[in-house]
């Protein structure tokens, strides 16, 4: 059984940087496709990326890509999220989510995750 623990959140303002890092224990990390969601005010939780177990490839929601990378280091069992040109509308709490047996056409949904952190704030101010 994987947890995870996110952690990076804060303020920023319109056009800055953070990096945000989805910490894993308790399982076999590298077997794992570790995403990304977050969840605005009054909104649903929208997709904002994954990191495949198999391969290595990087896949990401429109609203983000070009700005957000997400890159792994296994050996830290940790995944991160740089997210840069940050803009009010990224204002969220982030949250990383596992899964050991997602299969690509699925990654972008979240009840296929069955591992989540508790969420890390990330508000940006215009």
């Known amino acids: 059984q994987v947890q995870l623990v996110e952690s990076g959140g804060g303020s920023v303002q319109a056009g800055g940087s953070l990096r945000l890092s989805c910490a894993a224990s308790?399982?076999?990390?590298?077997?794992?496709?570790v995403a990304w969601f977050r969840q605005a005010p009054g909104k649903e939780r929208e997709f904002v990326g994954a990191?495949?177990?198999?391969?290595?490839?990087?896949y990401y929601a429109d609203s983000v890509k070009g700005r957000f990378t997400i890159s792994r280091d296994n050996a830290k069992s940790t995944v991160y999220l740089q997210m840069d040109s940050l803009n009010p509308d990224d204002t969220a709490v982030y949250y990383c989510?596992?899964?050991?047996?997602?299969?690509?056409?699925?990654?972008?949904?979240?009840?296929?995750?069955?591992?989540w952190g508790q969420g890390t704030q990330v508000t940006v101010s215009s």
């Open positions: 989510a596992a899964s050991a047996t997602i299969i690509l056409s699925s990654l972008r949904i979240e009840r296929q995750y069955n591992h």
């Open positions: 308790g399982g076999t990390f590298n077997q794992y496709t």
């Open positions: 990191f495949r177990d198999m391969g290595g490839r990087t």
